[in-house]
């Protein structure tokens, strides 16, 4: 049964980086990074593949936003710069431990592992 856990969130102006980090108990496949900001529905922000070699990401932080992987540490990363405050979410990773087929838009149906969530607040 593997675990995820994310770690990294915080308050930053606007502007402003922050690093997230997802920390898994095993072997995982394509994991993401999806968000929900207070009275809108859960959306996909980005995923990576197993290898490392495919990514996605959502339109809105494209350019600013971006996901890796290290398999040794079984850990992912969200490096996001440029921050504006419409980025202001729970930040939520979300894993396979086996392969699933999915989709863009990222569906939560599709990821059976997740984490507990972590705060990110943009300041104006």
């Known amino acids: 049964q593997v675990q995820v856990a994310e770690s990294g969130g915080g308050l930053v102006q606007a502007g402003g980086s922050l690093r997230l980090s997802c920390t898994a108990s095993?072997?995982?496949?394509?994991m993401a990074w999806f968000r929900q900001a207070p009275g809108k529905e859960r959306e996909g922000v980005s995923y990576?593949?197993?290898?490392?070699?495919?990514?996605d990401y959502a339109h809105s932080v494209k350019g600013r936003f971006t996901i890796s992987r290290d398999n040794a540490e079984n850990t992912m990363y969200l490096q996001m710069n440029s921050l504006k405050p419409e980025d202001t979410a729970m930040y939520y990773c979300?894993?396979?431990?086996?392969?699933?087929?999915?989709?863009?838009?990222?569906?939560?149906?599709?990821?059976?592992?997740w984490g507990q969530g972590t705060q990110v607040t943009v300041s104006s």
């Open positions: 979300a894993a396979q431990a086996t392969y699933n087929g999915f989709g863009w838009p990222l569906r939560q149906r599709d990821f059976p592992i």
């Open positions: 095993g072997l995982t496949y394509t």
């Open positions: 990576i593949s197993r290898s490392g070699g495919g990514t």
